[in-house]
């Protein structure tokens, strides 16, 4: 009888350490759902410290009169806030932000985290040039660089790491830094 005793509480305690991992794995899940992925939400010239207090993801401060970039310290999203130039990138692993004398100067990014077969990265891209269209982007040098499309002559185009397209905003096309390529 005093093994079936000690038996009853070994199951006892399993079960209730399975349950406690249980409720945390489901927190932890509720956590994330709520919380949302990192972001980096951002508009082109604005103070480092309000970008950086209005996103999500973690990224160090400026350096005081410095031209530099930081990274964030997770993968993140990027939110171009603009009421008429704004766009949202999917997850990136690849994400710099430039800034000069403690203002954001420049972004350079890949909006992925994973490598991609080139039906997921012509989604990809195709959502973004959308986006930059529908905002009032226009593609910076159409003659020699056009837009992406997903046709069989810019898959074969695709397959040459050589290759770039590039969009600009209209508000700072003179600025030189405002270049978005793939």
């Known amino acids: 009888m005093t093994v ?3 038996l009853g509480s070994s199951r006892r305690e399993v079960s209730i350490t399975l349950l406690a991992v249980l409720l945390a794995a489901i927190m932890y899940w509720i956590a994330q759902s709520v919380v949302g992925e990192p972001e980096i939400a951002l508009i082109y010239g604005e103070p480092w410290e309000d970008m950086r207090q209005r996103s999500s993801a973690v990224i160090p401060a400026a350096i005081p009169g410095h031209y530099a970039f930081h990274i964030p310290k997770s993968d993140a999203r990027l939110r171009f806030i603009d009421p008429q ?6 997850l990136a692993r690849f994400f710099t932000i430039i800034f000069d004398n403690e203002r954001v100067a420049n972004i350079r990014m890949s ?7 080139l039906d997921d990265a012509l989604e990809v891209v195709l959502d973004l040039q959308d986006q930059w269209r529908r905002q009032g982007w226009f593609v910076s040098d159409p003659e020699s660089d056009p837009a992406l499309a997903d046709t069989p002559q810019w898959r074969a185009q695709l397959r ?17 830094n405002a270049f978005i390529s793939h």
């Open 85 to 90: 130039y704004g766009f949202i990138t999917l």
């Open 111 to 117: 909006p992925q985290i994973e490598p991609l077969l």
């Open 160 to 176: 040459d790491i050589n290759t770039a397209t590039g969009f600009m905003c209209p508000t700072v096309q003179n600025k030189g």
């Open 4 to 6: 079936q005793l000690n």
